[in-house]
C-alpha cells in the first residue's frame, strides 16, 4: 500500500465569483472555491482529497494567503504541484505554494494567527479597478479619528458585539495584536487586522464601526465601551464582502513580523 503524506498549499483567489470557499450542501451547485481545489487535485491524483483550511471565507471575500492541507499518495513533487494545480484551476485561483508538512498538521486548528485586510475606496466617483475589491465609501472620511479608534481594538477582549447574529460559537473571546488603518494613494484606506482568531463577520463589523467613526457617527473614544457591552446593536454595520481579503496565517510563532505583546 502506497504511503499517503499531507500537502499544504498556499492559495490566492478572487472570490467574487464565489459562493465562499466551502463546498455548498444545497442542490443548486453553488460554485466555491473548494469544488475546484478538489476537482483539480482529484484529476492530478485520481484521488478525493478531504481538504481542510485555514479560514472559511464567505461568498465574495478574496485570500491572498488561504491555506488548506489534504492527505494524498501522489509522488507529484512540492515544486511542481502549483503549475500542476493550476494548469487545471480556473484564472481566479491560484495554488502559490505546495509543501509536504507533517502528518498532524491542521491548516485550522494549527493556526496561531491571521492577517486580513479590509480595502476602503473613499472617493465619490466609481472606479473600475478598485470595485471587485473595495468597498467604496463617500463622503470623505476622518482616517485621523479611524486611526484612532482602531487602536482601541487591540487586546484580549469578548468580541460577542461584533460578532453577526445567531452564531453558534460558545467563545467570542480573542486577541487582537495589531488594528492599523492607512491611507495609500488613488483614495484607498487600509485596515489591517492581525489576531489569534476571528468571529463571524468580525473583521467587516469592526470596518463597519470604524466606517462610521469616519463619518461622526461613532466617537472614537466611544469604542471601548462598544465592545464591553457586547450587544451587537452597538457597532457599526457590517461592510459587505468584496473589500475583505485573507492575506497570511501564521503557524510558527517565528514568523510572525512582530514581536507578541
Known amino acids: 500500500m502506497t504511503e499517503k503524506r499531507r500537502v499544504k498549499f498556499i492559495v490566492a483567489y478572487d ?8 463546498t455548498q450542501e444545497d442542490p ?3 460554485p466555491t472555491i473548494q469544488d475546484e481545489l478538489m476537482r483539480a487535485i482529484q484529476v492530478l491524483t485520481g484521488e478525493e482529497a478531504k481538504i481542510t483550511c485555514a479560514g472559511r ?10 491555506v488548506v492541507d489534504f492527505l494524498t499518495t501522489s509522488r507529484i513533487p512540492d515544486e511542481k504541484f502549483p503549475l500542476a494545480m493550476n494548469s487545471l484551476l480556473p484564472k481566479d485561483v491560484s495554488v502559490v505554494k505546495a509543501e509536504t508538512v507533517a502528518e498532524d498538521f491542521h491548516s485550522r486548528f494549527g493556526a496561531l494567527g491571521k492577517h486580513y485586510r479590509y480595502s476602503i475606496y473613499n472617493h465619490r466617483i466609481h472606479s473600475p479597478f478598485h470595485h ?13 479619528a479611524m486611526q484612532e479608534a482602531a487602536g482601541y481594538f487591540v487586546g484580549t477582549h469578548d468580541f460577542r458585539g461584533f460578532c453577526a447574529t445567531g452564531s453558534p460559537v460558545k ?8 488594528c492599523t488603518m492607512t491611507v495609500t494613494e488613488e ?4 485596515m489591517d487586522v492581525m489576531g489569534d482568531g476571528f468571529l463571524y463577520n468580525m473583521v467587516r463589523i469592526i470596518t463597519g464601526t470604524l466606517v462610521d467613526v469616519g463619518k461622526g457617527k461613532i466617537a472614537p473614544e466611544s469604542i471601548p465601551q462598544i465592545i464591553a457591552s457586547r450587544d451587537r446593536t452597538q457597532a457599526g ?13 501564521w503557524y510558527n510563532p517565528l ?6 505583546p
Open 171 to 178: 467563545d467570542f473571546v480573542r486577541t487582537i495584536w495589531r
Open 132 to 144: 471587485r475589491y473595495s468597498y467604496q465609501v463617500y463622503p470623505p472620511l476622518n482616517v485621523a
Open 255 to 260: 514568523d510572525f513580523p512582530f514581536n507578541l
Open 15 to 22: 472570490g467574487t465569483n464565489y459562493h465562499g470557499f466551502q
Open 187 to 190: 483614495n484607498l484606506l487600509l
Open 28 to 30: 443548486t451547485n453553488l
Open 57 to 66: 471565507t464567505d461568498a465574495g471575500v478574496h485570500a491572498r494567503g488561504q
Open 237 to 249: 454595520t457590517t461592510a459587505p464582502p468584496q473589500g475583505l481579503a485573507l492575506l497570511e496565517v
